[in-house]
């Protein structure tokens, strides 16, 4: 990774630049805020001690990348404000490298998290993109059992439940072991995403209803015959996916393949791949309302 010093006082530029080389750090020193315009890093080292300087401009160019304040002292112009504009946390010298490199590496392991975290909200985002679950998020309880044909239409409930919330999904798969400590672990910061009711014993299901007890839950059964303590909705899907988790019927099939796969293919080739003539796919199109949008 490359680190800018932007530092007027070179001697102890110098002197950091030598003590992160040897961790295999690339570095760049500047001595002023505008000549560190033109650079490109991943980490900016700042000091707020530059005469006569305006770095607030640098900051704010650079705020997506991990901006650490070098300071002499404390106060709003040296650490407040820089903060305000995008520097991720301020170091006041004279300092141990050792104390600089644990914040580079707090920093970075952050980032790479933040960027995780994208991925898996793009991924999951278009993965359950043509799932409908038809619920009025906002007025949901913040604990419900979810009586469901269809397990991934709930997962599409719980992830918007917890933005709408502004709280974390804790996973537990009551089929796998280990659930009841995680149960245990759940707290007011959190929400649990409870699955797979209909695959415990009745006595360890009395166990699990008394643990829920003033948590916030969303819990999945996919049987009527179970009776709960608590508020259920029944979340039932049309639009089920082909994975290989599911059996689908025959009709289900041919929605899911000509939803998907209608603009793909002409209707000509989209029939003959699936074994039937054009008017009979014409008249599915019709019963299930799935004809092409111009």
């Known amino acids: 990774?490359?680190?800018?010093?932007?530092?007027?006082?070179?001697?102890?530029?110098q002197s950091i630049a030598n003590k992160l080389g040897e961790y295999d750090f690339d570095v760049e020193i500047f001595s002023s805020a505008k000549d560190a315009m033109s650079s490109d890093g991943d980490i900016y080292l700042l000091s707020t001690s530059l005469p006569?300087?305006?770095?607030?401009?640098?900051?704010?160019?650079?705020?997506?990348?991990?901006?650490?304040l070098?300071?002499?002292?404390?106060?709003?112009?040296?650490v407040g404000e820089p903060l305000r504009q995008g520097a991720k946390d301020y170091i006041v010298k004279p300092f141990m490298i050792e104390e600089l490199l644990r914040k580079i590496d707090h920093y970075n392991e952050f980032r790479r998290l933040q960027e995780q975290n994208m991925f898996y909200q793009d991924y999951l985002g278009n993965l359950l993109s043509e799932i409908d679950h038809e619920c009025n998020i906002e007025k949901l309880p913040f604990s419900i059992v979810v009586q469901t044909n269809y397990l991934r239409?709930?997962?599409?409930?719980?992830?918007?439940v917890a933005m709408v919330e502004n709280c974390s999904l804790v996973f537990i798969s009551l089929e796998e072991s280990g659930w009841n400590q995680k149960l245990q672990a759940?707290?007011?910061?959190?929400?649990?995403?409870?699955?797979?009711?209909?695959?415990?014993?009745?006595?360890d299901r009395e166990g699990l209803f008394k643990e829920l007890e003033?948590?916030?839950?969303?819990?999945?059964?996919?049987?009527?015959?179970?009776?709960?303590?608590?508020?259920?909705?029944?979340v039932n899907s049309s639009s089920k996916l082909y994975d290989q988790n599911d059996v689908l019927t025959i009709d289900e099939y041919v929605q899911y393949i000509v939803k998907n796969f209608q603009y793909k293919f002409p209707d000509t080739e989209l029939s003959k791949k699936l074994g039937i003539s054009r008017k009979s796919l014409w008249e599915k199109r019709k019963k299930y309302d799935l004809f092409k949008k111009k």
Request: proline share 2%; with cysteine.
């Open 52 to 68: 006569g300087q305006n770095f607030i401009p640098l900051i704010s160019k650079y705020k997506e990348k991990i901006i650490i």
């Open 70 to 78: 070098m300071v002499n002292y404390i106060n709003n112009d040296t």
């Open 214 to 234: 003033g948590k916030r839950f969303i819990l999945t059964c996919t049987s009527e015959a179970i009776e709960v303590p608590f508020e259920t909705i029944t």
């Open 186 to 203: 759940l707290n007011q910061n959190n929400m649990g995403y409870i699955t797979h009711l209909e695959k415990l014993k009745k006595g």
């Open 153 to 160: 239409a709930v997962d599409k409930l719980a992830i918007e």
């Open 1 to 13: 990774m490359k680190v800018i010093i932007v530092e007027n006082e070179l001697y102890l530029a």
